[in-house]
């Protein structure tokens, strides 16, 4: 039986308004994770996540 859930990734800034050197914040990354509490317990101890 196939696991549901998943990881989309909607959001990719990767080009920060202006000069790098002073906007630092601006390039980002939006995660979202949709995934059972089951598999996070079987699969923790192969990932290191912080959130």
Do not use: C, Q
């Not at 000069?19 to 601006?26: F, G, I, S, T, V």
Request: overall charge negative.
């Amino acid at each position: 039986m196939p696991e549901e859930g998943g990881v989309v990734i909607p959001t990719v800034h990767y080009d920060a308004e202006g000069n790098d050197w002073y906007n630092l914040n601006d390039e980002y990354v939006v995660i979202n994770l949709n995934l059972p509490v089951s598999r996070l317990k079987r699969d923790i101890g192969f990932a290191n996540i912080s959130l």
